[in-house]
């Protein structure tokens, strides 16, 4: 018989111990919820006092508002106090005033009543006539002016009294003469808040925003009672209480966050209050103080003691109800401990028998099992034997099959590659070589296989001086070298590997020559063009300031003029310092064309005429020493150009032919082509397209130059001559206006044997308009100048530009407002566009551009003409300013009236009557 264990059924602790928790659990949250459920309500009812106050605080307020800004209004239409204003008659006008400030004081509690004129300084305070002349620069009176209407807002005086400030823009005659501003301070709310809402209040000033000194002598000028030190952080401005409790006082002392979430009760009395607290805020919303409010909880803290009565209750009435499980599982327990020994004997009886017959069972299985396992393993070991056998067969077939293609694949690559590649023994005799290698130095493989590579590669008996192969032998590492093939005229680059046996000997060596003629072209051309972009950036910048300072020498030297007396003497100075501007400015026009950034207005133009007028301007003043030979074709066509900078190209070239033949004696040849340039052609112009092009030729017989002066001559002030005979500009103005033409120069030279440019231009394809036929059609129309009574905006970055421009239309009548800052100029249009009738803008400025400022202006006042002034400008080009909307487009340094000139034009272009 098997051993029957016994077991004790305890069911009873984990049961009541489940049953107490969920009793803990279900009365714990049944308290809980019924507590902050109290809580909530009373906190919604401490919320909705706060509301209720603040709202009815701002109703009174706007009413107040409302019934102060009635005053304004019969004020500011009082015939008699308009005239004594404008007359400006301090006495008449607190002799008109003083009785209608005490009957408002009477009536409405009004305290304060101010004139004030246009820039803001007091002209009269009626209610301390002594006080005047000095600034306001309160809040309301920031945004009457700011606004032109009316502002209003409670504001923390000096004295700490909070004052209801009421101001209006005082309009006579249609235009804002002055301000007026009636006050009356809040104290009376509290009393009003209190009656209706049956609350007490307090209202506290934070004492950062006072001086101690000054709020102690205001209470004793206003007559009331105040301590500075009773409350830490704030003081008393009124209150509904005759004193305040220390609970409350602790209250007040809490930081705002703190005041939040803490319900303070206080009891005064025989009865509690809950306090709480409301920001007070000036007209900005500056938070200046606080208002405490406290209402009546007295009902509220009855109620709350009968919660805690119920909750007791609760308690009781869990602990009957485990009590009870307590005795009624216990009995329970027993029963079903009798039931489970009986059954558990029976059992154990039925498995022992179970057991006995599951083992017979296992052990005739086992004996099946193996001897199955013994025949499946020796069909296994048969059929891998089989498998593996095969698998060697194919292998070996794959093998040689893959070392044969390898082989041809090897070849393949070996004879496709572009370079000249050999293999070579280690006394540098080639064994191998690839297609490349024969097409260029043997016509058979019987020519270089057995042959050293350098008798070969330069017909020479011994290695080239600095051979990669050399080093690779000496030190079995791979080495490389740049190889100059004098013969073939082309440059290798060539390198030299060894390959190893199995022993780490070296057995081979690989020779590799690359063509790197056109590589090393192409990277000095590259080199080339970065260093003129980098130049023609730094000349743009540099000229686009230069542009500024030239601009104040001339403005200022025309300013003296104007200013001085008639005198030969100062006139002829002032007339040398504009000269050397003006040279100036030529040379910054010259800058600019080199970085081409100065206006290119490119129309079709017949190269042709400007040629042959330009070889005419040149016979007359070169010396008869000189011979000019010209060859020029009239039917080459047009090209979209600038006949004056083309003719500038003749011109600096022919001037520079003529420095070039000493003693001013030999051969100036100048020619005109169409030529068709193919792809071929242009090879060393990647940027250019082929097609038809003008090409202009000027040789001369001078001295010639060398490979380092021509690798230089476009630099900007770069020059071989001696000083004071050239700039160094000439060429780099004459690269700047054939590159902004699109086109490109090529120069041959050698020293002694003179020197030839050669300008390529692309012609025009399609038909256009009839090409300007000279330089100089074009003639200035000077307009006459007026004194004007017009009102101008001036913006420009530059002080200097500002002052000049300001003090010249000035001297003409205009009325000038002038800033050097484009934000500000903004603002200034925006608070007063009616004031304005021409604005005068900068393009280059910070923040806003002259052209983002144009924009916001036409929004605000479409028909305002403007004038745009720029130095040069890559963001908007003129075209692109007149599109928009802008008049005028000037380009700096501006020269004596063209400023005035545009000024006059578009003034009395907008008083014309529209017919």
Request: net charge negative; with cysteine.
């Amino acid at each position: 018989m098997p051993k029957i264990i016994k077991k004790n059924i305890a069911f009873k602790r984990p049961i009541l111990i489940s049953l107490g928790m969920a009793l803990l659990v279900i009365f714990t949250f049944f308290g809980i919820s019924t507590y902050f459920q109290w809580q909530g309500h009373f906190q919604t009812d401490q919320r909705e006092k706060l509301a209720n106050v603040d709202h009815l605080f701002d109703q009174l307020q706007h009413l107040d508002q409302r019934q102060i800004d009635i005053l304004t209004d019969s004020i500011e239409h009082n015939q008699d106090l308009q005239n004594a204003y404008m007359a400006r008659d301090r006495q008449q006008l607190q002799d008109l005033s003083l009785p209608l400030f005490t009957k408002m004081k009477s009536q409405y509690d009004i305290t304060h009543f101010y004139y004030m004129t246009p820039d803001h300084n007091c002209f009269l305070r009626v209610h301390h006539p002594e006080r005047h002349s000095d600034t306001i620069d309160r809040y309301t009176m920031k945004q009457a002016s700011s606004t032109g209407t009316i502002a209003a807002g409670i504001e923390l005086g000096p004295y700490g009294t909070l004052t209801l400030r009421v101001v209006r823009p005082w309009v006579i005659n249609g235009k804002i003469k002055g301000y007026l501003e009636l006050g009356r301070e809040i104290e009376h709310i509290t009393t009003e808040l209190r009656n209706i809402l049956g609350v007490d209040l307090i209202f506290l000033i934070h004492k950062e925003h006072l001086n101690q000194e000054k709020w102690l002598e205001g209470m004793k000028m206003l007559g009331r009672r105040g301590s500075w030190g009773e409350i830490a952080g704030h003081v008393v401005i009124d209150s509904t209480l005759p004193s305040i409790p220390q609970p409350v006082k602790e209250y007040i002392s809490l930081s705002h966050n703190k005041k939040e979430t803490l319900i303070r009760d206080v009891n005064i009395g025989n009865k509690t209050y809950r306090a709480g607290f409301l920001f007070l805020k000036d007209a900005q919303g500056k938070k200046v103080g606080e208002i405490i409010v406290h209402h009546d909880f007295t009902i509220g803290t009855a109620e709350h003691q009968l919660v805690h009565y119920m909750l007791g209750l609760c308690v009781l009435l869990a602990l009957a109800v485990y009590g009870f499980f307590f005795i009624y599982t216990g009995r329970l327990q027993k029963s079903l401990q009798y039931a489970y020994d009986t059954l558990t004997g029976e059992i154990a009886v039925r498995k022992a028998a179970e057991e006995d017959l599951r083992k017979h069972e296992e052990h005739l299985d086992q004996k099946v099992k193996d001897r199955t396992a013994s025949l499946i393993e020796s069909n296994r070991k048969l059929q891998i034997e089989i498998e593996e056998r095969e698998k060697t067969e194919d292998s070996l077939r794959q093998q040689e099959t893959q070392l044969q293609l390898a082989k041809e694949e090897w070849q393949k690559s070996f004879n496709a590659m572009e370079e000249i590649v050999t293999i070579q023994d280690a006394d540098m005799n080639i064994i191998r070589a690839n297609k490349a290698a024969y097409q260029l130095f043997a016509p058979d493989e019987s020519g270089l296989v057995g042959k050293k590579c350098y008798e070969i590669f330069r017909g020479t008996s011994n290695p080239c001086p600095h051979c990669p192969v050399v080093d690779s032998l000496q030190n079995k590492l791979t080495h490389s070298e740049m190889i100059t093939h004098e013969r073939l005229a082309k440059i290798f680059h060539v390198s030299a590997a060894p390959i190893y046996d199995k022993e780490g000997n070296l057995q081979y060596l690989v020779h590799v020559a690359r063509d790197f003629t056109e590589k090393k072209k192409l990277e000095e051309d590259l080199s080339q063009a970065h260093k003129m972009e980098a130049i023609g950036t730094l000349a743009g910048g540099i000229a686009h300031d230069f542009n500024n300072i030239i601009s104040a020498i001339l403005g200022f030297a025309e300013l003296v003029k104007l200013d001085a007396a008639e005198g030969k003497e100062i006139d002829d100075d002032l007339a040398q310092v504009i000269t050397a501007a003006l040279r100036a400015k030529d040379l910054t026009k010259q800058i600019l064309t080199f970085s081409r950034k100065g206006p290119n207005i490119l129309v079709p133009v017949n190269p042709s005429l400007v040629v042959n007028e330009s070889i005419k301007l040149m016979r007359a003043s070169l010396p008869s020493s000189i011979e000019i030979q010209q060859h020029i074709d009239a039917d080459t066509g047009n090209i979209l150009g600038d006949s004056v900078h083309i003719q500038q190209i003749v011109m600096n070239l022919c001037t520079n032919a003529l420095h070039a033949m000493e003693n001013q004696k030999g051969i100036l040849s100048v020619s005109l082509e169409r030529k068709e340039l193919s792809t071929k052609d242009l090879s060393d112009q990647p940027d250019i397209s082929p097609g038809p092009f003008i090409k202009l030729t000027v040789s001369d017989t001078g001295h010639g130059m060398n490979e380092a002066t021509l690798a230089r001559i476009f630099e900007p002030f770069y020059t071989s001559k001696e000083v004071g005979k050239g700039t160094g500009m000439g060429l780099a103005v004459i690269y700047g206006i054939v590159t902004g033409h699109n086109g490109f120069i090529k120069v041959t030279s050698n020293p002694g044997q003179g020197s030839s440019f050669a300008v390529y231009l692309p012609v025009l394809q399609e038909k256009t308009p009839a090409a300007a036929d000279s330089p100089h059609d074009a003639s200035e129309q000077h307009l006459p100048l007026f004194s004007g009574i017009q009102r101008i905006l001036i913006v420009d970055d530059e002080p200097l530009l500002v002052k000049i421009n300001q003090r010249l239309l000035e001297k003409l009548g205009y009325a000038i407002t002038a800033t050097t800052d484009s934000t500000e100029a903004l603002e200034i249009f925006r608070a007063h566009p009616e004031q304005f009738d021409l604005l005068i803008t900068d393009q280059t400025m910070p923040n806003l551009s002259g052209s983002e400022l144009a924009k916001e202006v036409m929004k605000i006042k479409p028909s305002l003409p403007i004038i745009m002034c720029t130095g040069h400008s890559e963001t908007v080009s003129k075209e692109e300013a007149l599109s928009m909307g802008i008049k005028k487009y000037v380009f700096k340094p501006i020269q004596g009236d063209e400023l005035t000139s545009s000024v006059w034009e578009l003034l009395n272009e907008k008083e014309k009557p529209v017919n």
